[in-house]
């Protein structure tokens, strides 16, 4: 079946601009993750949706992140002023409980902010 | 606070060489343990998840270990090709939780024809 889809694959923004990033997760998983790779380091949590439960905020780094995941399925990740330093790709994932919380990851979108 | 570590950071070998690669945990209350590749520019597959009351896990020619007491995991690699060459990531979910993934910073891998 389909995985976990995320768009855009690219997105290049201009400092002080906000940017959304949408992810799509496999049908039918309850839970889905955002996480940051920034360049030299490593994963980094930032959000958790879990069924209807209110979301882990705690990996946010600042209060221009938040996210949002609408009737249980697609989420958008949401950046506002954006920074240099909020470069880096961002992944999405989804579990179920079913699969042991096993995540499957999607592509991934790249921000550059000049 | 749960770290995870990963050694070694790169790793050369030639094709044909079976190879083990590292990770270790600081808390051993964990729900369960992934291994990821991640191949340059992309997004990560997902290789094998160990649950926590696991000691192991098979596919192909991977086979990853568990030693909860002692905070260790191994990926075992059999009969290395250059198809294999990519980074490999080691996650843990922290016990009690079915939340985020903690991940160690991942060992290069590197195979030579």
């Known amino acids: 079946g389909a995985g976990v889809s995320q768009s855009p694959s690219n997105k290049v923004t201009e400092k002080g601009k906000d940017v959304e990033l949408r992810c799509d997760p496999i049908s039918g998983h309850t839970a889905l993750y955002w996480y940051r790779q920034s360049l030299g380091q490593g994963l980094e949590f930032l959000i958790y949706?879990?069924?209807?439960?209110?979301?882990?905020k705690s990996g946010l780094p600042s209060d221009r992140f938040s996210a949002e995941r609408t009737g249980g399925s697609v989420s958008t990740l949401t950046i506002q002023r954006t920074q240099q330093e909020d470069s880096a790709v961002y992944l999405c994932?989804?579990?179920?409980?079913?699969?042991?919380?096993?995540?499957?990851f999607g592509p991934g979108t790249r921000l550059t902010v000049t | 606070k749960q770290e995870v570590t990963q050694i070694p950071a790169a790793l050369s070998v030639p094709e044909g060489e079976n190879l083990v690669l590292n990770c270790s945990f600081t808390d051993s209350a964990i729900y369960n343990l992934q291994w990821f590749r991640q191949d340059p520019g992309k997004g990560l597959t997902s290789l094998l998840l160990i649950q926590s009351s696991q000691r192991e896990q098979t596919s192909g020619r991977l086979n990853a270990s568990l030693d909860k007491s002692s905070g260790r995991s191994t990926l075992y690699i059999a009969a290395s090709q250059p198809g294999d060459s990519a980074t490999y990531l080691c996650?843990?979910?922290?016990?009690?939780?079915?939340?985020?993934?903690?991940f160690g910073k991942g060992t290069k891998l590197s195979v030579k024809p």
């Open positions: 949706f879990q069924g209807n439960s209110a979301p882990d």
């Open positions: 996650a843990v979910i922290p016990g009690g939780s079915q939340g985020n993934l903690i």
């Open positions: 994932a989804s579990s179920s409980q079913r699969g042991g919380y096993e995540q499957y």
